[in-house]
């Protein structure tokens, strides 16, 4: 209700317009603000860049970062709209296959190993990671940020669901790596999916270049969007009982699945999924989701969507919803499954 209270008030105004391409600076100020608080990391107002929601802020920094036949190491499985995306502007996406001695989280050492087989010009990472909500430790990333430093490959880090974590919370690459592209987004964490607003924290020598693909392709994140962004900061106690819930619901599909024949996961740290191993049920993913659905009623996703060459025996399953459609949801895979 925050966010909806601040846009109403925006729109007795009477004027919706274009903002700078690099967004309100207020709210530019407020994002450099929460780095501050959140991680102790110096963010300047000026390397903050509002977008429409993340997916602008890839194809930002993919736009301004490479050019067409650079290979890019990307996690897999990981988001497929990297590999999409990559490959509409000639980019060649590299599968960086994560490992489950590394707690399925992308390494130093499989960056050095991926860079080794094909030379890459730069590295994308994820944490939490979709489809798993994996979190790469800190020392970890710390590790990951030097080795693509030592190798001179830019490296991007999407954080669009940090917040989201059930332990320890997630660290930012900006701590390890000052020069790292950050991606974020209010659409997770901050519950604001269609105001299709997000944020890039970029060095500074690439604000200018960023700026202008921006005043090209969008003119600006939308306005209205924007304001009520600027107010999701102060709806915190309304967005952690909300994070409460995911909790609950996570506990509740950890628990029931090891007694389903589902208790092969990666670790879930954070975001809202689970990345089950289904391989002693079916070698077909995508027909297992059909037949889960038309005969259980439970939608979930296809591990090929992340993973090209092994999800064929994983699925998504995702907890964002109430805490009794998980309940439902383990019955009826009880019962399905029987």
């Not at 009623?297 to 998504?316: M, V």
Request: proline share 6%; net charge negative; aromatic share 8%.
């Amino acid at each position: 209700m925050t966010v909806i209270e601040a846009t109403r008030n925006a729109l007795t105004l009477g004027r919706v317009p274009y903002t700078e391409a690099l967004g309100l600076p207020a709210l530019r100020e407020r994002i450099a603000q929460d780095y501050r608080g959140r991680y102790g990391v110096t963010v300047a107002p000026e390397q903050v860049v509002v977008t429409t929601g993340s997916s602008a802020g890839f194809l930002l920094a993919f736009m301004a970062l490479f050019d067409a036949g650079d290979r890019v190491g990307v996690p897999q499985p990981g988001y497929p709209a990297y590999r999409n995306i990559l490959a509409s502007l000639g980019i060649e996406p590299v599968p960086m296959v994560l490992r489950e001695q590394d707690r399925f989280a992308p390494t130093a050492d499989l960056l050095q190993s991926t860079h080794e087989t094909r030379a890459l010009n730069g590295v994308l990472v994820m944490s939490p990671a979709n489809p798993s909500g994996t979190v790469i430790v800190p020392d970890a990333l710390g590790d990951l940020c030097a080795r693509a430093r030592r190798l001179g490959l830019p490296l991007i880090s999407d954080e669009i669901y940090h917040g989201l974590t059930y332990g320890a919370p997630a660290a930012t690459a900006l701590q390890f790596e000052p020069d790292a592209v950050i991606i974020n987004s209010f659409s997770k964490y901050h519950c604001m999916t269609g105001w299709r607003i997000g944020w890039m924290i970029v060095p500074d020598g690439l604000v200018r270049a960023v700026e202008r693909l921006a005043q090209n392709l969008y003119i600006s994140a939308p306005y209205l969007s924007q304001v009520g962004a600027i107010a999701a900061f102060d709806a915190t106690e309304e967005l952690e009982a909300v994070r409460e819930g995911y909790a609950r619901n996570r506990a509740i599909l950890l628990d029931a699945f090891p007694g389903l024949g589902l208790g092969k996961v990666h670790p879930a740290d954070g975001a809202f999924y689970i990345y089950a191993d289904v391989s002693n049920l079916t070698n077909d993913a995508a027909g297992f989701c059909r037949r889960m659905l038309d005969e259980a009623g439970i939608a979930a996703t296809p591990g090929l969507d992340f993973d090209p060459a092994a999800g064929g025996h994983h699925i998504r399953f995702s907890f964002a919803g109430s805490e009794k459609d998980c309940r439902d949801t383990v019955g009826r895979l009880r019962t399905w499954l029987r």
